[in-house]
């Protein structure tokens, strides 16, 4: 079994928290991925509280997946081509406006 060469601070799982992008990156990530699953969850629940049906549901939890297949393989010709960080920062921007949109719309009962 090799050793860590003299002076080397093996830090283990958490190393990689020593790096401030990464950091920022990790618990920016935390953030959106919350906010992520609670409108998926709100969603749900919208959709079950207004149509009572299963089958409504479970369409609305389908067709999330939808822009992914239609729009993948361009998204990721675009991710090539543009500035990751610009891109990360519209495409997070655009997600939070959507999510307050219909938590506006909700809360005015306008859906």
Do not use: C
């Amino acid at each position: 079994m090799m050793r860590p060469e003299r002076g080397v601070r093996s830090l283990g799982t958490f190393r990689s928290l020593r790096n401030r992008n990464y950091r920022l990156y990790f618990w920016g990530q935390i953030v959106s991925l919350t906010g992520t699953w609670m409108q998926s969850v709100g969603q749900a629940w919208l959709i079950l509280t207004l149509t009572h049906s299963a089958l409504a549901l479970g369409f609305t939890a389908a067709l999330q997946f939808l822009p992914m297949l239609l729009i993948g393989p361009w998204g990721g010709l675009v991710a090539d081509r543009v500035d990751k960080r610009k891109l990360l920062m519209f495409t997070q921007a655009a997600a939070a406006t959507l999510a307050l949109i219909l938590g506006l719309l909700t809360v005015t009962h306008h859906v």
